[in-house]
């Protein structure tokens, strides 16, 4: 098992950018896949970006391609977001989480806001 907490966000106008940092502890945190999404108010939660264990393999939803960039730090069991030219659109709460051997994300973050004004 993992524990995953998000930190980094907070407001910004559209065109800045955020890094939002996922501390994970527990097992041994370089063994899993990680994930990064997202969930607007009255929306459903959408993937974002993901990354392999090594970091040697990142995918990006079309929406943050381009503007997003999802790293790891294994020696300090960290995942980041690097989030550049900002838009409103991207306001939404933002979870990390891990993929397991059960080929899902079964650990997850308590999120952390993110809110872009025009």
């Known amino acids: 098992q993992v524990q995953l907490v998000e930190s980094g966000g907070g407001s910004m106008q559209a065109g800045g950018s955020l890094r939002l940092s996922c501390v994970g502890s527990g097992e041994t945190f370089d063994s899993y896949d990680m994930g990064w999404f997202r969930q607007a108010p009255g929306k459903e939660r959408e993937f974002v970006a993901d990354?392999?264990?090594?970091?040697?393999?990142?995918y990006y939803a079309d929406s943050v391609k381009g503007r997003f960039t999802i790293l790891r730090d294994n020696a300090k069991n960290t995942v980041y977001l690097q989030m550049d030219s900002l838009k409103p659109e991207d306001t939404a709460v933002y979870y990390c989480?891990?993929?397991?051997?059960?080929?899902?994300?079964?650990?997850w973050g308590p999120g952390t806001q993110v809110t872009v004004s025009s």
């Open positions: 990354i392999n264990w090594s970091g040697s393999s990142t």
């Open positions: 989480a891990a993929y397991t051997n059960e080929n899902r994300y079964d650990y």
